[in-house]
């Protein structure tokens, strides 16, 4: 019997207000001076700013960086961590989607590390401990807030990079349901549908165990009891908004653990190379090229399948279950491949990104840059 791996050392918070909690967390670790990494489309918001003044009030010290993209570039990340130096910060608070908390991780360990952020690509690389690092999510998807990676964009070769490395966890995860009433409808549903395929990809990949499978269908399972009606309701509802932030710490810790896989490597190089939101490319990309993999995912997907009621015999479930996706992200009414606009001459640069992507090992089938230009050819034709 194989090993069993399984790390994550964040400590969560969870439940609605617990934004409230940062100056409690601050003052017991004595740290004063923070760097606030934060979406700039945030900063407007009334909430931030009763968060800001709680913070101030509390005599904490505050520095902000606004200045990245939807798929931070190393360069920003480098800049975060100029900011995080020069002003003697103590810890790093990330407030909002995946891109906040990448550029906050990177920072993070760059402000205590000399070098540039490709010096750190690849796994445990840097040699001092970052800054702690507070994570507050503001939408249901990224899931970076449990995970020990950062993600980020190097633009000379738009190819998206990783640093990694147990340091880069979180020491705090606070999952704040309230902020999701703030994201819009279309958010909702992109983001939740990004921590659907990082459930999904931990459940069928190579590195999947029995821990990081509950999890993931934990968080599949909330996502299709849930996600419409949060959707709906244009996030109103509190009980949707919790199981679906719920559901997205969940698949996060999960992936964090078991990786994701080809769906990934290819939204991660259309994003690279053309900016497009993450969650779309991931809600559009689930099924196909899952259903190209389909003769390799035995029954990984069964238990899964039963969880949402697909009562159907064990040879259809994995269908099924496709046919599940498929169905939600109509009804979600996610954009087409089209809408993209990817011009088909890039499609042989993002498929060989695409096998370059760390992830490509995880697969449950060997996939080649022909193999993802394949399942790239194949929404061409089915838009």
């Known amino acids: 019997m194989g090993k069993i791996g399984f790390s994550m050392p964040t400590h969560v918070v969870m439940g609605s207000g617990c934004r409230f909690r940062l100056p409690e967390i601050m003052s ?20 931030f700013g009763d968060l800001r003044r709680l913070l101030s009030d509390e005599g904490i010290q ?89 993600v980020l964009t190097e633009e000379t070769r738009r190819e998206k990079v990783s640093i990694k490395g ?43 165990n029995p821990i990081s499978d509950a999890m993931a269908r934990q968080a599949v399972a909330l996502i299709f009891e849930h ?23 969940l698949a996060g810790m999960a992936f964090g653990n078991a990786d994701v896989a080809g769906v990934h490597c290819l939204s991660e190089s259309i994003g690279a190379l053309f900016d497009a939101p993450h969650g779309v490319v991931n809600a559009i990309l689930l099924a196909p090229t899952l259903r190209y993999q389909q003769a390799y995912l035995g029954h990984r997907l069964h238990k899964t399948a039963q969880v949402i009621g697909c009562n159907v015999a064990d040879e259809a479930c994995n269908d099924a279950f496709l046919e599940a996706v498929e169905g939600l992200v109509a009804r979600l009414k996610i954009p087409a491949f089209a809408s993209l606009h990817i011009p088909t001459d890039a499609y042989e640069t993002i498929a060989g990104l695409a096998e370059r992507n760390g992830s490509n090992a995880s697969n449950p089938r060997p996939m080649a840059a022909a193999d993802y230009l394949a399942v790239l050819n194949g929404l061409t034709v089915s838009s």
């Open 62 to 150: 505050l520095a902000f960086f606004s200045d990245f993209s939807a798929n931070p570039r190393t360069s920003e990340a480098e800049r975060a961590a100029e900011a995080a130096w020069s002003t003697s910060a103590d810890a790093v608070l990330a407030i909002g989607g995946g891109s906040a908390i990448d550029a906050a991780k990177a920072a993070a360990m760059l402000a205590t590390n000399q070098g540039k952020a490709l010096d750190f690509v690849g796994l445990d690389l840097f040699p001092a401990s970052p800054l702690p690092l507070l994570a507050l999510p503001t939408t249901c998807g990224t899931g970076s807030e449990v995970t020990w990676v950062s």
């Open 28 to 47: 017991r670790h004595q740290w004063s001076r923070l760097l606030v990494v934060v979406d700039p489309h945030l900063t407007g918001l009334c909430w």
């Open 166 to 208: 147990g340091g880069m966890f979180p020491a705090y995860a606070l999952v704040d349901p309230d902020l999701l009433a703030t994201l819009p409808p279309h958010l909702i549903a992109s983001t939740a549908m990004d921590a659907m395929t990082h459930a999904v990809e931990a459940l069928v990949g190579r590195c999947a």
């Open 227 to 249: 996600l419409e009606t949060l959707v709906r309701s244009e996030g109103s509802d509190e009980t949707a908004r919790f199981y679906i932030a719920k559901a997205s710490c």
